[in-house]
């Protein structure tokens, strides 16, 4: 299937949408005030060693001083011929680092509050289907990956890198989504990754301390790195000036997929040629129409995602049956396409239409399943479930859409409803009655939402005289609209 990738570029925000068969499939976006330092490598200066607490402070040419422990020194647990001292504490940093000593270290905790950034001296350099390991020899396999499957794969990626034509030494470790590549990918990589080392080093020479030697890759150099297939037709980027730097990067790193390049020069905005930016606002919603006039519902909490598929106004089938099989059916690649859009992780229910016939559960599921095949993020899916439904789950590898662009409503506090203005305005009596049986003011007043204060005047406006004849006291309403709608005070005259 074609693919087509446009890159929005500005300078606070890069936003990168995947088009397939005219339609969008992925969004991603990276904001250049929440760019974390995790990952960067920098020639540090050893500004002070501290004995006491067994940690230092690395000056790296930030604001704060950098802090490194002594557990994250790069053989800090082996003895001075380089073999392991189990059960014994590491060597003292007072022994390893002195004041003044240049220091090259990569930070693994971005700095919080007064705290400088946390670093370590054990380097690694993560390319998309492996993680390099410059200063080991150690060819590894992720732990997530299947246990009856790391021999296999350690002693094929062994000889990869035994055979790589970039020479160099280091050590791999496979990720979990490199499980089903192939080698030429691997070696791909593993040229990547010893040419980045390569640079890294020869900065280190070249460079005062303080410097940046390497940067974890923006979103930009990633769309090369990640997101191109064998399927990407063109790389549409809309800035001149990023358009120039990409493609000097592509061409060093990635040449084929620099071929596929090109700078738009339209007058409408980039996004606009697919209409991403209205789809980006449908991915923020709860409800998904389908062209046959069903529709999803969508709905992301903390611990799973449950997406409802609903006939809605869908009538045009000769009987019932074929009614929900059609709408299932499109359910399943809306609902793919869905989880590629909004990014959902982690456990997923879909609850399709209940369908009474074996062989179209069986085809919806098969649909279903060969529609995530597409997916570059690693799903799987079960059957229907004794109840109908079918559990998946898909892995988490950032923020979803909606936690990347939206925040809790700060008048439902994240619920997605808020109480009716007749419960504000009964909760209101009642803490007027309540507060009549411990005070004895002269007249209360009620500060409420207009829409409560709209109703006390009309519909309750009877029980509200009831209640001031009750207590004794004259109550008055006073709306203010910057309130939402379940705030109010009652102020004691």
Not at 12 to 34: D, F, K, M, N, P
Not at 446 to 452: D, H, L, N
Request: hydrophobic share 40%; with cysteine; net charge negative.
């Amino acid at each position: 299937m074609q693919q087509d990738i446009l890159i929005n570029w500005s300078p606070q925000e890069t936003r990168v949408a995947i088009i397939e068969s005219g339609a969008v499939q992925e969004l991603h976006v990276e904001r250049t005030l929440e760019r974390g330092l995790v990952g960067n490598v920098y020639l540090g200066k050893v500004a002070r060693v501290l004995p006491g607490m067994q940690s230092a402070f690395i000056d790296i040419g930030l604001e704060r001083a950098a802090f490194l422990h002594v557990a994250d020194l790069h053989g800090a647990r082996q003895d001075e011929h380089g073999a392991p001292r189990h059960g014994q504490p590491p060597v003292p940093i007072e022994k390893q680092v002195f004041e003044g000593q240049p220091l090259m270290v990569q930070v693994i905790k971005d700095p919080i509050g007064t705290k400088g950034a946390r670093l370590s001296t054990q380097i690694s350099i993560a390319g998309r289907l492996l993680v390099f390991l410059p200063q080991d020899d150690h060819v590894g396999v992720s732990q997530k990956i299947p246990s009856e499957q790391r021999d296999a794969l350690r002693s094929r990626l062994q000889k990869l890198v035994g055979t790589a034509e970039a020479g160099g030494g280091g050590g791999f470790i496979l990720r979990t989504n490199g499980e089903d590549s192939t080698d030429a990918e691997l070696a791909e990589d593993i040229a990547y990754l010893r040419k980045t080392w390569s640079r890294i080093r020869e900065a280190a020479v070249r460079l005062p301390s303080g410097s940046l030697l390497h940067q974890d890759l923006s979103l930009l150099q990633r769309v090369l790195r990640d997101l191109v297939t064998e399927e990407t037709q063109t790389i549409r980027l809309d800035s001149r000036e990023q358009f120039a730097v990409l493609q000097a990067f592509g061409r060093e790193f990635m040449p084929q997929a620099a071929e596929r390049l090109q700078l738009y020069k339209g007058e409408r905005p980039i996004f606009d040629l697919f209409n991403v930016d209205e789809e980006i606002a449908k991915a923020l919603g709860r409800r998904v129409d389908l062209k046959s006039g069903g529709y999803l519902i969508v709905d992301q909490t903390e611990a799973l995602t449950t997406i409802d598929v609903n006939t809605g106004g869908f009538v045009g089938a000769r009987n019932f049956d074929d009614t929900i099989f059609k709408t299932n059916l499109e359910a399943a690649h809306a609902i793919a396409r869905q989880l590629r859009l909004r990014n959902l992780g982690g456990i997923i229910i879909v609850d399709f239409i209940d369908m009474q016939r074996e062989d179209h559960r069986e085809a919806v599921l098969a649909e279903f399943r060969k529609q995530l095949v597409r997916d570059r993020v690693k799903t799987m899916a079960g059957g229907f479930s004794q109840l109908g439904l079918v559990e998946m789950t898909r892995k988490r590898t950032r923020e979803s859409l909606a936690h990347m662009l939206c925040e809790p409503c700060a008048q439902c506090r994240g619920a997605g409803q808020v109480r009716t203005a007749r419960t504000v305005a009964y909760d209101v009596l009642r803490e007027i009655l309540r507060e009549a049986r411990q005070f004895n003011p002269r007249e209360y007043r009620i500060v409420a939402s207009p829409k409560v204060v709209e109703l006390f005047l009309d519909e309750e406006s009877q029980h509200l005289a009831g209640l001031s004849d009750f207590i004794g006291k004259p109550i008055s309403l006073q709306s203010e609209s910057a309130m939402g709608q379940e705030q109010y005070d009652i102020v004691l005259l």
